[in-house]
């Protein structure tokens, strides 16, 4: 047998056989494979600084999640007219928010199964492998002929994406019981988001179109390229840092799941899966043909075959025969007579309930509950928890809570930031900014946001704790935007008469700092806000639930997502141009409104969250290991 290459294992080991036990023993700490199925352990790892390049390759992972999401954004408009014949820039929004959109769409449809995947072949493998489809299905779609290809490589690049969910679970796992460390690991990646923010858009708006920006710098060999795809280039950059993030996790992040099933299965798995789907549309076909009188013995034999059929090798072709002689004894009077003189009858339907119970009873690796060969001599077998399922999930109150309040904060902030860009185009009752000066205020408050957020989140974290944090950051983040509206008093400029037009679309130094400031301080509790409950909702789960539950967590994110844009866009609509609400006061109904529903998400925080739980589950895990 070849050995396998030396690789750095956390708790977890790749399982390669078929007997759902683990080839080496799992430890509490860091260990080294050396390939030859000896396992060392590196005593280096309790370094406190030991989980810094994992933290690293995770921030960049989550930077390139945040700049695949959001670099679309200055060019989706131009896009669309370039692929839409007689589209021009004023009738190009709703198209331009359906390319926007497509990722959110495809993100809430795999959602869901990355975190399933993360719990069952790592978090390191889903890591990977989304990295990896997003780096091609970013090149696809900066090649897009027509419009309806680009909105599909949209929409499959955002169902390959899990990178978001599970590097949240493994900033948890990596800090081993450290809680200071998790805290500021954490920080740290979800801080990555807003340097997205900062960078992403300006950086894709200068690469998108290179031939009408920047007509004379070209070389010639690129030029026929670019004229067909304008929008490769930071595509292309997409790509680049995917493959970054691939080498990244590859080379600094350990595999933090206990006893991952290896992805050489993932074949085998989803057939079984597909075999158990076609035995069960089988089932339901036979039932419905079958008689009134025989449906409850027919029931019997056919689920005793389908089970049967489910099961994995360990079936053979007499269980088969021997359920099928059993369903003849149970199908009538008829059958019942002829089979009476058969002095085998009795033993063969015997035998095959026997068979039938034995072969069910041999666990697989898809069983929710599993031996460990590692249980200690003469003790109780280790068993592993159950399949984490969404059922499963949300009957525990407590994460069900912490995802409630996480899915609808999640739609008041995506709300606040699709209104603000329209309150501030907005002449008649918002800002009446121009795009240039709309760039040039989110990028102070992006940079001032940068600078502070890290600082801040560790601070508050130490002082007051997550559950406090997460209290103080709904708090300082939403209501607080309910000051926005005064910034058009302060704007002297935008709202005096007899200036020029150029004049009126800029804002005043007072109003610029004003509106910096509290845009900055938004962000900053935003990110209080994610960041601790990410660490709470971890906690309420075991290690190996964990990635299901970001799965259903990122889910429930994009579906909030999804609804917050419609209904900001219909509240600016009605305050501004409904004729029902006076135009100096839509700004003030906008983001009253807003603020409420902000309000309302600090209410749930303190009634619906718990105390967070400790880190019990983790120990648990490592004392049944250490036996």
């Known amino acids: 047998m070849t050995p396998r290459p030396k690789e750095y294992v956390m708790r977890a080991t790749y399982d390669d056989d078929d007997d759902d036990n683990d080839d080496v023993a799992e430890k509490s700490y860091l260990s080294i494979d050396d390939g030859k199925g000896a396992v060392h352990q590196d005593t280096s790892v309790r370094d406190s600084n030991a989980h810094i390049p994992t933290t690293l390759a995770l921030c960049w992972c989550m930077l390139t999640h945040s700049w695949l999401l959001i670099s679309v954004f200055p060019y989706s408009g131009f896009m669309a007219v370039d692929l839409i014949d007689g589209l021009t820039e004023e009738t190009a929004g709703s198209y331009a928010g359906l390319i926007a959109s497509a990722f959110m769409m495809g993100r809430a449809c795999s959602s869901y199964g990355w975190g399933k995947a993360a719990d069952r072949y790592g978090r390191k493998f889903v890591l990977i492998t989304s990295l990896a489809l997003s780096m091609l299905f970013s090149i696809l779609f900066g090649l897009s002929p027509t419009f309806g290809f680009a909105l599909l490589w949209r929409f499959l690049l955002g169902m390959s994406n899990g990178i978001a969910g599970t590097a949240k679970t493994v900033v948890s796992e990596i800090a081993r019981g450290n809680e200071s460390a998790e805290t500021k690991s954490m920080g740290l990646v979800m801080g990555m988001w807003g340097w997205g923010f900062l960078f992403s858009p300006a950086l894709s708006g200068v690469l998108a179109e290179p031939l009408r920006q920047y007509p004379d710098s070209v070389p010639v060999m690129f030029q026929g390229l670019l004229t067909r795809f304008p929008f490769t280039l930071p595509n292309l950059l997409s790509a680049v840092f995917c493959s970054i993030g691939v080498l990244a996790i590859h080379s600094c992040v350990p595999e933090t799941r206990l006893s991952p099933r290896h992805p050489v299965h993932i074949p085998l798995d989803i057939l079984t899966w597909v075999i158990g789907k076609v ?26 075959l389908q089970s049967t059929g489910t099961c994995r090798e360990a079936e053979t072709k007499q269980h088969y025969d021997a359920v099928a002689t059993a369903a003849l004894v149970d199908r009538g009077k008829n059958n019942d007579e002829r089979l009476k003189n058969d002095n085998n009858a009795g033993d063969t339907i015997r035998q095959a309930r026997m068979l039938h119970t034995e072969s069910c009873s041999l666990l697989s690796t898809d069983s929710p509950v599993r031996q460990s060969k590692d249980a200690p001599a003469g003790g109780a077998p280790l068993v592993e928890a159950e399949e984490a399922t969404v059922m499963s999930l949300w009957s525990q109150r407590r994460t069900r809570n912490h995802l409630i309040v996480y899915w609808v904060y999640s739609f008041v902030v995506i709300a606040l930031e699709e209104a603000f860009p329209l309150y501030c185009i907005s002449r008649g009752s918002g800002l009446g900014l121009s795009e240039a000066s709309i760039g040039k205020l989110l990028s102070a408050s992006g940079l001032l946001f940068a600078i502070s957020q890290y600082f801040v989140y560790s601070y508050l974290v130490d002082k007051v704790g997550l559950r406090r944090s997460i209290q103080i950051g ?4 939403g209501p607080v935007l309910v000051l926005l509206p005064i910034s058009r ?139």
């Open 279 to 304: 035995g069960a549309a089988r089932e339901m076909m036979m039932t419905e043909v079958s008689s009134n009188n025989g449906r409850s013995q027919h029931q019997e034999s056919s689920i005793l």
């Open 474 to 477: 709904a708090m300082l983040s």
């Open 489 to 627: 008093s302060i704007n002297n400029i935008a709202t005096s008469g007899g200036v020029s037009e150029d004049d009126a679309s800029s804002l005043t130094w007072s109003a610029f700092a004003f509106l910096s400031i509290l845009l900055a301080c938004y962000r900053v509790f935003t990110l209080c806000f994610f960041s601790s409950i990410t660490i709470v909702c971890n906690r309420t789960v075991s290690a190996s639930h964990r990635g299901t539950m970001n799965g259903l967590n990122m889910l429930g994110g994009s579906v909030a997502k999804g609804l917050g844009p419609i209904f900001a866009g219909a509240l600016v609509s009605f305050s501004t141009s409904s004729g029902i609400v006076a135009p100096e006061l839509g700004g003030v109904v906008i983001y009253s409104v807003l603020g409420l529903l902000g309000a309302m998400s600090v209410v749930m925080t303190i009634f619906m969250l718990d105390d967070p739980p400790t880190r019990a589950a983790d120990v648990e895990v490592e004392k049944e290991v250490e036996l």
